[in-house]
């Protein structure tokens, strides 16, 4: 029997992708191993979405490509964002790639290796016009308790940096009906905790009713029985209607984290940019959910050495991370990504600016982020325990309060687990905050 050995890069979204193709192997009887140089057929799902994710999707395909020579490899398929931007460069450049699929083309993964067998190197380039549904199978490689699922592809914002829309496709929704039935499969499989993600999840719907349906699915979701927590991701600004923002405050099931990807504050970047949404428009969202009802966990994400950034518009964007207090805060050094707009912008900011401006950014957020988590000693909180560790003779679990998403944000350490066990919810009381980890007790 042959064995497929996967690497998958990149984003949640990609991983469903990898899921969804592991899922449709597993039903051809293949066995999946995560020793490449056990592998008959290795897969690497590739990312492309700045360089450095470009650089890591090439030597990834370099070291898989040895294991033709050094391991069991007889075929080498590569699929995904990095696939459908290059595939002639990599048609050309890498004759060890046996088959390219794009981002469409995730369901032709046993099609692509068939024809392979027959002699023959497939290059799969299909639109992204369809999503996998409630019916798809998928081999999650998440914990049993934890599930990611993708409400939508594609996106329409235009965003002058970005290459996704290339990639990806314009936005596609799935069926509400469709993403009911799997988070209610999920439950009865176990699953506690479902992240919902699409590139823009605010956006959801605009494309089947002319507006944002993501507070009617909510609504929905709440109602399935099994489910601990919701959590969103990608929540554009755009979209982010009143409606929504009660529901997050009022739904116990919804985690009252709310990720915003807002890339910068300056009113003449965001224009380079060309954001759907004005600073006036921005500040006013973050001071409105920053006096909500319930406590809200507040995420963002920011690009520093934008096309023409001056020194004023980055000193804008450091006093509103001062002032704005997130919680947490990735940042990214400006890419400049081939065939987007920006770049072929004048002004391009150099290098080491970027590289300056990255470190006092996260810096600042560094010491708000561990005044936001000293301010939670004393507060209970529910936490998803992921693992146990043990160092010298004492146990501790690790994992997550609902004010951490998985992968992204700190863990919560939990003291003197003694009958806890990974998948367990258990009530906890923070005892001490870090600037990116907490620490907790038993309550």
Known sequence: MEKIGFVSLGCSKNLIDTEVMLGILREKHMTITEDLAQADIIIVNTCT???????????????????????????????????????????????????????????????????????????????????????TRRLRTTPSYSAYVKIGEGCNNGCTFCIIPKVRGTLYSRSMDSIVEEVTQLA????????????????????LAGRSLL??????????????????????????SDELMNL??????????????????????????????????????????CRGERKLTLRSTFIVGFPGETEEEFNTLAEFLKTSAFDDVGVFTYSQEEGTPAASMKAQVPEAVKEERYHTLMAIQAQVSEVRNRALEGTE???????????????????????????VDGVTYLENATTVMPGDMVRVRIVQGFAYDLVAELA
Request: a negative charge.
């Open 49 to 135: 979405f700045i360089e450095k994710a470009k650089r890591e999707s090439i030597h990834t395909i370099l070291q898989a490509a040895q294991y033709k020579e050094q391991g069991s490899c007889k075929m080498l398929l590569v699929t995904g964002c990095l696939s459908q931007q290059y595939k002639e460069e990599l048609l050309q450049e890498m004759p060890e790639i046996d088959a390219l699929l794009g981002t469409g083309s995730w369901d032709r993964v046993w099609e692509a290796i068939t024809t392979v067998r027959q002699g023959k190197r497939v290059c799969f380039m299909d639109n992204v016009s369809h999503l996998y549904d409630q019916h």
């Open 188 to 207: 009865h499989e176990g699953v506690k905790e479902i992240n919902l993600i699409a590139q823009d999840t605010t956006s959801y719907g605009v494309d």
């Open 215 to 240: 507070p009617a699915l909510l609504r929905r979701l709440v109602k399935v029985e099994g489910i601990a927590w919701i959590r969103l991701f990608y929540l554009y600004p755009h979209f982010f």
């Open 248 to 289: 997050i405050i009022q739904e116990d099931k919804i985690c009252p984290y709310v990720d915003l990807p807002l890339q910068h504050i300056s009113q003449s970047v965001l224009q380079r940019m060309n954001r759907k949404d004005s600073e006036a428009d921005v500040r006013r969202l973050v001071e409105k959910l």
């Open 381 to 407: 909180h529910v936490m998803l325990v992921e693992k146990i560790e043990t160092e010298n003779g004492v146990r501790q679990a690790v994992g997550r309060i609902e004010a951490q998403a998985p992968e």
